[in-house]
Antibody, heavy 120, light 107 residues
Framework: EVQLVESGGGLVQPGGSLRLSCAAS????????MSWVRQAPGKGLEWVAN????????YYVDSVKGRFTISRDNAKNSLYLQMSSLRAEDTAVYYC?????????????WGKGTTVTVSS | DIQMTQSPSSLSASVGDRVTITCRAS??????LHWYQQKPGKAPKLLIY???SLQSGVPSRFSGSGSGTDFTLTISSLQPEDFATYYC??????????FGQGTMLEI
């Protein structure tokens, strides 16, 4: 079964750091681009970051550039999101998603999410 | 950045109704447009990719159309399990993506 399981969420103070993880199973992780998407409480979906199969290309939404870093370990079938200088507006459920690329990129498999709360 | 605008923001309908949701891009995105369904407390689920391709396992009552800047998601005959929030999302260009603001479909 194709599966993505996020972990690492929690309560952190403004200005703090947190690292999210996403464990992939049931597919060849190294063959896929991967993504992080977040959803603030009561709000819509916001794309956060993408990473290429080998980690050589990374893309971010403007609001997290310089603060968040997406990375992956293909040997461990794992995706990560290192978050620093956290702000209240980063409070959200964070989802990892698999990107399928058939000429067009789209997110076809999603994890259940992990909750990040930034508050003092 | 490419902006995505969905309409309506919310919609009331009944079981058996035909429903159409519209998504407009701020510039041409070809067919790089996808639709997701999200139920409360759950992860999004891919319904339609590349504007009109039905994701495996998704019922055929869902369909998508459009290209360029204007796209639609149609549910031909609403079922009770279809009441959810629907999002469009573009994946055109330099791998910086955006979602529409969502359409909440209610009874």
């Amino acid at each position: 079964e194709v599966q993505l399981v996020e972990s690492g969420g929690g309560l952190v103070q403004p200005g703090g750091s947190l690292r999210l993880s996403c464990a992939a199973s049931g597919f060849t992780f190294s063959s896929y681009w991967m993504s992080w998407v977040r959803q603030a409480p009561g709000k819509g979906l916001e794309w956060v970051a993408n990473i290429k199969r080998d980690g050589s290309e990374k893309y971010y939404v403007d609001s997290v550039k310089g603060r968040f870093t997406i990375s992956r370990d293909n040997a461990k079938n794992s995706l990560y999101l290192q978050m620093s200088s956290l702000r209240a507006e980063d409070t959200a459920v964070y989802y990892c998603a698999r990107i399928t690329t058939l000429n067009i990129f789209y997110m076809d498999v999603w994890g259940k999410g992990t909750t990040v709360t930034v508050s003092s | 950045d490419i902006q995505m605008t969905q309409s309506p923001s919310s919609l009331s309908a009944s079981v058996g109704d035909r429903v159409t949701i519209t998504c407009r891009a701020s510039q041409s995105i070809g067919s790089h447009l996808h639709w997701y369904q999200q139920k409360p407390g759950k992860a999004p689920k891919l319904l339609i990719y590349a504007a009109s391709s039905l994701q495996s396992g998704v019922p055929s009552r869902f369909s998508g159309s459009g290209s360029g800047t204007d796209f639609t998601l149609t549910i031909s005959s609403l079922q009770p399990e279809d009441f959810a929030t629907y999002y469009c999302q573009q994946s055109f260009g330099a791998l910086t993506w955006t979602f529409g603001q969502g359409t909440m479909l209610e009874i």
